[in-house]
């Protein structure tokens, strides 16, 4: 899904998400957004941050969207995703920590949900640390449920591997 694709689906000029006001606020990623993620990518990650050149290539895939979120013209976090037929997958979701507990990562996970869709995506999968609990918290409330298990996926402090979960969530109705 290019950016051009979701201006054309309204992100731009409507707002994604209905609702809050962080949900208003989200706009699609470009390029020219790199640095801006990367920053909120090691804010969030910094025993594993993306650089610019990691985003870039990740951004640049068939299929990928970015979208980001602003508190005030300012970058309050973003969401990389990526749709492969009827499949999207969550690369990564960062919100900066003074912006975090306003509802920013609900609403940006929940406008990609609806983008994916949209394209005809019909199940969302992504990966979480089970040492993440806000990770977990978001995405059960989102209805997402544990599809697997992925053994010693993550490091941390370069010294020991933790778990990641693999969560997943169909995206059309029974």
Known sequence: MSDEDAADRGVADHGVAKGGMAER?????????????AELHE???PEDPWHTQ?????LAMPGSLALLSEDRGRPAGFILMSRTL??????TLAVAP??????RGTGLLGSALRLCAAAGAERCLLEV?????????LYAAAG?????????YYQRNGKYWIDALVLARNLIAD
């Open 98 to 103: 003074a912006a975090r507990r306003q509802g």
């Open 25 to 37: 606020e989200i706009r699609p990623g470009t390029a020219l957004d790199l640095e801006i993620m």
């Open 86 to 91: 009827e499949t999207c997958e969550i690369l």
């Open 43 to 45: 804010a969030s990650f």
């Open 54 to 58: 990691v985003l870039a290539r990740l």
């Open 144 to 152: 997402f449920t544990e599809a697997g298990r992925r053994t010693s």
């Open 129 to 137: 640390a089970v040492d993440n609990p806000t990770a977990l918290r």
